[in-house]
T-cell receptor
Framework: GAGVSQSPSNKVTEKGKDVELRCDPI?????LYWYRQSLGQGLEFLIY????????KSGLPSDRFSAERTGGSVSTLTIQRTQQEDSAVYLC?????????????FGPGTRLTVL | SQQGEEDPQALSIQEGENATMNCSYK?????LQWYRQNSGRGLVHLIL?????REKHSGRLRVTLDTSKKSSSLLITASRAADTASYFC?????????FGKGTKLSVIP
């Protein structure tokens, strides 16, 4: 089957606008993750879903960030009132079931540029 | 906070040589995973080694794990120009992966 897909691949927006990033996990994977990679930095964990529930939202940088997952499949990450420091590559990953033991497979990412 | 710290930060070798990258981590892990990233985009999973394993092989890749020293190494044998990329280790906790800043490998043809 197909891997993790993300859309859009690139997004340029103006400061203050809202953006939505989409992730389609591998079919049958119950666990889904969002990470952020800023220029020259490592990957920063944002949020984890098991099914439609997010047990841990503590990685979200501010209350402008939110995420949801519906039908145990597609997830959207929403950033409201974008700031220039939000510019980064946003990566989504999914794993089969157990996040502590299963491999996480990553999508190609969405490159967000806030002008 | 970042768990994995890769060493060296950058490595340049000739094609055909072996490349060794090291990684240290701070807290206990369930497993440690190595990823490759080309041009700052998607991460490609290379290998997963569980906390009760000491060594694992996959093709030209060899990974070791020393939980007493909280360290891991990735060896790429007979390197190719196509191996040029950034390599990250990531410690798996309860659900999240905690990544280091990566080693940038350049393989010169």
């Amino acid at each position: 089957g197909a891997g993790v897909s993300q859309s859009p691949s690139n997004k340029v927006t103006e400061k203050g606008k809202d953006v939505e990033l989409r992730c389609d996990p591998i079919s049958g994977h119950t666990a889904l993750y969002w990470y952020r990679q800023s220029l020259g930095q490592g990957l920063e964990f944002l949020i984890y879903f098991q099914g439609n529930s997010a047990p841990d939202k503590s990685g979200l940088p501010s209350d402008r960030f939110s995420a949801e997952r519906t039908g145990g499949s597609v997830s959207t990450l929403t950033i409201q009132r974008t700031q220039q420091e939000d510019s980064a590559v946003y990566l989504c990953a999914s794993s089969f079931r157990d996040p502590s033991t299963d491999t996480q497979y990553f999508g190609p990412g969405t490159r967000l540029t806030v002008l | 906070s970042q768990q994995g710290e890769e060493d060296p930060q950058a490595l340049s070798i000739q094609e055909g040589e072996n490349a060794t990258m090291n990684c240290s981590y701070k807290t206990s892990i369930n497993n440690l995973q190595w990823y490759r990233q080309n041009s700052g985009r998607g991460l490609v999973h290379l290998i997963l080694i569980r906390s009760n394993e000491r060594e694992k092989h996959s093709g030209r890749l060899r990974v070791t794990l020393d939980t007493s020293k909280k360290s891991s190494s990735l060896l790429i044998t007979a390197s190719r120009a196509a191996d040029t990329a950034s390599y990250f280790c990531a410690g798996a906790g309860s659900y999240q992966l905690t990544f280091g800043k990566g080693t940038k490998l350049s393989v010169i043809p």
